[in-house]
Nanobody, 116 residues
Framework: QVQLVESGGGLVQPGGSLRLSCAAS????????MRWYRQAPGKERELVAR????????DYPDSVKGRFTISRDNAKNTVYLQMTSLKPEDTAVYFC?????????WGQGTQVTVSS
């Protein structure tokens, strides 16, 4: 069965950095596009980064552009989200997502809290 397991969340001060990881199993990871989403309390889930199956294409919304970087290691079946210059408004549960055509899988999420 497909599993996506996020890790690396936690409490960080404004201006700090975190690196999230998402380890995938049970699927041919290298043919799936990968995305990171986040959801803050009372808000809709928001896409924050996506990367193509072989990692050549990535894009970000303006809210995180220049601060977040998505990458992947297909040999380790893992996708990463490097987050820098974190702001309180980045506080949310972060989810990874694997997608290919009609196939769509989600992790359970990891909490990121940015606060002094």
């Amino acid at each position: 069965q497909v599993q996506l397991v996020e890790s690396g969340g936690g409490l960080v001060q404004p201006g700090g950095s975190l690196r999230l990881s998402c380890a995938a199993s049970g699927l041919p990871f290298s043919i799936y596009g990968m995305r990171w989403y986040r959801q803050a309390p009372g808000k809709e889930r928001e896409l924050v980064a996506r990367i193509s199956s072989i990692g050549r294409i990535s894009d970000y919304p303006d809210s995180v552009k220049g601060r977040f970087t998505i990458s992947r290691d297909n040999a380790k079946n893992t996708v990463y989200l490097q987050m820098t210059s974190l702001k309180p408004e980045d506080t949310a549960v972060y989810f990874c997502n694997a997608w290919r055509g009609t196939w769509d899988y989600w992790g359970q999420g990891t909490q990121v809290t940015v606060s002094s």
